[in-house]
């Protein structure tokens, strides 16, 4: 996953590596009572995160008593001296939970969180091993929403309906984007809560495109206005075009196309849907990558490849990042992080080491991938482990977690790689307030998540993503790009094979009726578009 190449970067530190803690927050005798502060390392007061640390220590403790954080806490102390054992992405996704969620769970409830750091790899392969094995070693699982299929077909993990009409509020779990409250269900059950909003969205120099010498050159080579584009022969066209005004001090795009980083997949995946790609046929189901569309989404990345700076190809995510930071291009389409980190927000905690300061505070724009249907690029889900000797506590802390306030908090932390997902993250005065343009950047994510295409949710997704990622590695180098599709086609159809036909159809068949499957079935196409006021 992308995380995996931050973390491979990251020199990591506990709570002391960062800013802006071993400060207490919250003067309210009430919480005073329920919450020994002295225990608890917390923001300054006065900024807009140690204000979101009080709001949610209060939803917690006080009020409203109808939350669902509120719920879960008083409904957890029974579980006192227990303790949760739950698997993270080794590295950053790791100093969140280590360092404020499981601290103020414990401080609140005397439930104890046991932190187990994963390569991502096998925060999918060791929960299937420890299950088989009926060891109940886990609670609390971290999963990619795309591997839910798999894991429930498998009985690794439980669905949470019996538990949400016991606990939660109605109304917190309407607060999700609807893109994201789909996302964990399969066959009418709800197995997880979402919990990372990694939206792609386009990111670009403001004022390069509204540089005047630049807007009369390309209105005279082109006959059109330069603005931010809005489709991918239009990104191409504009990239070219501003690498050919301005390099090598600025080029027009870079990518992270490089084998494994990852990044092909995504690519590959969001504009083969915005070109009118479906990924199987519906009656024989054989793989329909290498048609029509497939072919015209590999001739629109490799004039993306020619338009970019020297090294595409090469780049990962953190190398394109550290060029859009630098100054060094014009548009970066990516991960969520990007807003933060052009804005020196991200890099305000230590851990944050793996990128340079931004040169290009206050100069980046927001918009929405050309062809609108920007991928929503893995995420992650919090899931309960079925033979967990701590069931219901470690649902709970899962609601806990995951609920508005908290989630809120948890989405601010600057050292933090969990992304917006909540109506209550967009909306969020006090998230607007962290920079200037922060309001633009949480609705231009909400409308993103209204066109977003979500990844292939159904078993076969790593083999199906890593076919991709192959083949679009082979075509860079050089080789034919319909012979590297259908040799991906090929591999498609064997991963189905593989996994029986019938068992693979049904599956499909539960992706299909996922909001964001394809381009004509966004939530904006399904008139469930949150349109922000």
């Known amino acids: 996953s992308r995380r995996s190449f931050l973390t491979k970067m990251v020199l990591m530190g506990g709570a002391a590596a960062l800013p802006g803690f071993g400060m207490t927050a919250l003067n309210s005798p009430a919480w005073a009572e329920a919450v020994d502060l002295s225990k608890l390392d917390l923001a300054d007061p006065s900024t807009p995160l140690g204000k979101a640390q ?96 798999s894991l429930a077909n498998g009985g690794v993990i439980i669905p949470l309906d019996d538990y949400f009409a016991k606990y939660m509020n109605k109304a917190d779990l309407e607060d999700y984007h609807p893109l994201y409250k ?11 809560f979402f919990d990372d909003g990694d939206q792609f969205a386009l990111y670009y120099r403001k004022d390069i495109f509204d540089d005047p010498k630049l807007k009369d050159a390309y209105k005279a080579k082109f006959g059109k206005d330069l603005e931010v584009p809005k489709t991918w022969d239009d990104y191409a066209q504009t990239a070219q075009f501003i690498t050919d005004q301005l390099a090598p001090n600025v080029y027009g795009a870079a990518h992270f196309r490089k084998f494994g980083s990852p990044g092909n997949q995504y690519s590959f995946l969001q504009q083969y849907r915005a070109n009118g790609g479906k990924f199987f046929d519906d009656n024989d189901f054989h793989a329909l990558i290498a048609g029509p569309e497939g072919q015209k989404t590999l001739e629109q990345m490799i004039a993306q490849n020619k338009a970019s700076m020297p090294g595409n190809n090469d780049l990962d995510a953190v190398a394109a990042w550290v060029a ?4 060094k291009i014009a548009m970066l389409f990516s991960w969520p992080p990007t807003g933060r980190m052009s804005e020196n927000y991200s890099q305000s905690a230590k851990a944050i080491n793996f990128v340079p300061q931004s040169v290009i505070v206050g100069k980046s724009g927001y918009a929405p991938v050309p062809g609108g249907n920007g991928e929503h690029a893995t995420g992650y889900a919090k899931v309960i482990a079925a033979g967990s000797p701590n069931e219901e506590a470690a649902y709970l802390f899962a609601q806990w977690t995951t609920s508005p306030p908290l989630s809120l908090v948890r989405v601010m932390l600057p050292y933090a790689l969990r992304d917006p997902y909540r109506i209550a993250h967009y909306t969020s005065p006090l998230y607007q307030s962290l920079w200037p343009s922060a309001k633009d950047y949480l609705y231009n994510l909400c409308e993103c998540s209204n066109q977003g295409v979500v990844d292939i949710i159904m078993p076969g997704w790593q083999d199906f993503a890593l076919s991709l990622d192959r083949m679009c590695t082979a075509v860079w180098g050089g080789q034919d790009p319909k012979g590297a599709l259908e040799k991906a086609a090929a591999e498609w159809d064997t991963t189905n094979k593989r996994l029986g036909i019938d068992v693979q159809k049904a599956a499909y068949e539960q ?21 922000l006021p």
């Open 511 to 531: 992706f299909k009726k996922l909001p964001g499957s394809y381009a004509d079935n966004t939530i904006e196409k399904l008139g469930q578009a949150v349109k």
């Open 182 to 192: 789909a996302m964990p269900t399969y066959k009418g059950k709800t197995w997880g």
């Open 54 to 149: 009080a709001e949610a220590l209060k939803a917690s403790t006080e009020s409203p008593q109808d939350g669902s954080a509120y719920r879960a806490v008083q409904a957890a102390k029974q579980y006192s001296g227990a303790t949760l054992n739950m698997t993270y992405e080794a590295g950053l996704q790791a100093l969140e939970p280590k360092n404020f969620s499981g601290p103020v769970w414990e401080t609140l409830t005397g439930i104890k969180s046991n932190v187990i750091e994963l390569p991502h790899p096998d925060q999918y392969s060791k929960p299937i091993a420890e299950h088989i094995a009926d060891s109940g070693a886990y609670d609390i699982l971290d999963v990619e929403p795309a591997w839910i299929p």
């Open 324 to 327: 859009w930071l630098q100054g």
